[in-house]
């Protein structure tokens, strides 16, 4: 196992994230951050207060759940739903910016583009991921990434978080072959 | 799980986790996503051989919303009445791909006896089999319970339920008294001796044969409806006598706890086992157990039918 990101290292990640997506943004007011389950939601939430921090306004945030979009239900065990929560705003007409913390072969991404499609018309979806460790296997690309790791697809990437792990790190796992 | 044929075949970690999803789903149904995708191409028979109002047309929504294809098949106007057995009639249905068949029969031991066999390879439900189970009812009250009176817990320890009246002929009183006992309820049946079953004191329950004496102290008071189709004796001298002593009028509603609340699975028979005023009164929960049938019947479909793909031989 080797640590590929420290709990500073994902601090200044997610800071840097947060002055990207305001600048490509022109602001916040636009914006509706919706994070994916679970990871991605506290990331959401860490990256919106940064952004109220920067900008002095609340930036929208909520989680989206991807679970009842899967492609693969047939496949796997049944997964727990988690809480879907879509700020009062709405996402009609706004800048929703997805967050995850791994980005790997898109499949997530195109279910959360579903569920987005049964919730409203945003003016524009982004994607931001922590990490982005390759092997697509659909064509979705991230526009905001914290890092990216080059990894085997036989390795596993462990996103630690200190809301629900007691601590920040992202390690990966196995050999490279 | 690939069958929900009776309660007892539920963990209480697997029941809790079907309220748990059934939870998110009505949140999710009730807020910004009508439809969901999740079982797109599903196909899912409601097999009803005895009649069903509430039952059939929750089954049907839950799994509309779902995407899944819904055939209703009904006793009446198909072959079944024209004497076809139930396996000829499970065959069809697998000869037509049916994922999964909703069964209610007037029979106790139908679903069993088709998940058992090997006419078909789908999943089965049951819905309401003679007088043995109802399991999806049992949930749906379990998840109405949980959602009034349970303090944020995820089971019903402390709470107490009485089930009052036709215990002998009534699967949502079997399934329920499996079901709520697993969650931690204590229950408590309010009945004529002729009305209930033999063997009942076995149950995981206490029995009373007087109302006024339990409806002070419980939380839930849960009327059974009297199943005069099915009674083929004398059980109680009349109607009257019988609402006079069981049935749930507002007098006796006034004896009740601050917050307790009034269940009943429907079809009602008003002024017999249930008056008008109760019915409508605040205390009912009555319309939100079949609002609450749709997300729970969704959470039994979204467990039974996703996954256990490579299990079953992908079909």
Request: charged fraction near 25%.
């Given at each position: 196992m080797s640590v590929a990101l420290s709990a500073p290292d994902i601090k200044r990640a997610l800071t840097r994230i947060s002055h990207e997506i305001l600048e490509k943004n022109q602001g916040g007011s636009s914006l509706v951050l919706l994070g994916i389950p679970t990871r991605g939601a506290h990331l959401a939430h860490r990256i919106a207060s940064i952004m109220s921090e920067i900008e002095g306004t609340e930036i929208a945030y909520g989680t989206l759940d991807i679970t009842l979009f899967r492609d693969d239900l047939r496949l796997?065990?049944?997964?727990?739903?988690?809480?879907?929560?879509?700020?009062?705003?709405?996402?009609?007409?706004?800048?929703?910016?997805?967050?995850?913390?791994?980005?790997?072969?898109?499949?997530?991404?195109?279910?959360?583009?579903?569920?987005?499609?049964?919730?409203?018309?945003?003016?524009?979806?982004?994607?931001?991921?922590?990490?982005?460790?390759?092997?697509?296997?659909?064509?979705?690309?991230?526009?905001?990434?914290?890092?990216?790791?080059?990894?085997?697809?036989?390795?596993?990437?462990?996103?630690?978080?200190?809301e629900i792990d007691g601590k920040d790190e992202v390690s990966i796992e196995g050999e490279a072959n | 799980m690939r069958h929900l044929l009776s309660i007892s075949d539920l963990s209480k970690a697997e029941a809790i986790s079907i309220l748990e999803t059934a939870n998110e789903?009505?949140?999710?149904?009730?807020?910004?996503?009508?439809?969901?995708?999740?079982?797109?191409?599903?196909?899912?028979?409601?097999?009803?051989?005895?009649?069903?109002?509430?039952?059939?047309?929750?089954?049907?929504?839950?799994?509309?919303?779902?995407?899944?294809?819904?055939?209703?098949?009904?006793?009446?106007?198909?072959?079944?009445?024209?004497?076809?057995?139930?396996?000829?009639?499970?065959?069809?249905?697998?000869?037509?791909?049916?994922?999964?068949?909703?069964?209610?029969?007037?029979?106790?031991?139908?679903?069993?006896?088709?998940?058992?066999s090997q006419w078909m390879s789908g999943s089965v439900i049951n819905a309401g089999d003679g007088t043995h189970e109802h399991p999806s009812q049992a949930l749906l009250d379990a998840f109405t319970i949980r959602k009034h009176l349970g303090l944020g817990k995820s089971d019903l320890e402390g709470l107490s339920v009485a089930i009052v009246g036709d215990v002998l002929h009534s699967r949502v009183a079997r399934s329920n008294v499996l079901l709520l006992s697993k969650l931690g309820a204590k229950i408590t049946l309010v009945a004529p001796p002729t009305l209930l079953p033999v063997g009942v004191e076995s149950w995981p329950v206490s029995i009373s044969y007087d109302l006024d004496s339990v409806i002070s102290f419980v939380d839930v008071v849960m009327m059974l409806r009297v199943q005069q189709e099915r009674m083929t004796e004398m059980y109680f001298p009349n109607a009257r006598e019988y609402s006079r002593y069981f049935g749930l009028n507002s007098d006796r509603m006034k004896s009740m706890k601050t917050g307790a609340i009034v269940m009943h699975p429907g079809p009602m028979n008003r002024g017999l086992e249930i008056s008008a005023e109760v019915a409508d009164s605040a205390r009912s929960v009555i319309t939100e157990q079949v609002t609450n049938g749709v997300s729970v019947r969704m959470a039994i479909l979204y467990v039974l039918l996703t996954g256990g793909a490579l299990e079953t031989g992908g079909n």
């Open positions: 796997r065990a049944p997964k727990a739903i988690m809480p879907t929560t879509i700020p009062s705003s709405g996402i009609h007409d706004r800048d929703v910016i997805l967050v995850d913390d791994v980005l790997f072969s898109g499949r997530t991404i195109r279910s959360a583009l579903d569920a987005l499609g049964e919730i409203g018309r945003p003016r524009t979806v982004q994607l931001a991921a922590l990490v982005d460790r390759g092997h697509r296997e659909l064509p979705i690309k991230a526009d905001f990434v914290g890092k990216n790791l080059p990894t085997s697809k036989s390795q596993s990437v462990r996103v630690l978080l200190s | 789903l009505a949140r999710v149904s009730d807020g910004a996503i009508k439809k969901l995708p999740t079982l797109r191409g599903r196909t899912i028979v409601n097999l009803f051989a005895e009649d069903s109002t509430r039952t059939r047309i929750s089954f049907e929504a839950a799994a509309k919303r779902l995407s899944a294809d819904v055939i209703n098949f009904s006793a009446k106007g198909s072959s079944v009445s024209k004497g076809e057995s139930l396996k000829d009639t499970a065959m069809t249905l697998q000869a037509m791909g049916a994922d999964a068949v909703v069964i209610r029969h007037s029979a106790s031991g139908a679903a069993q006896r088709l998940a058992d």
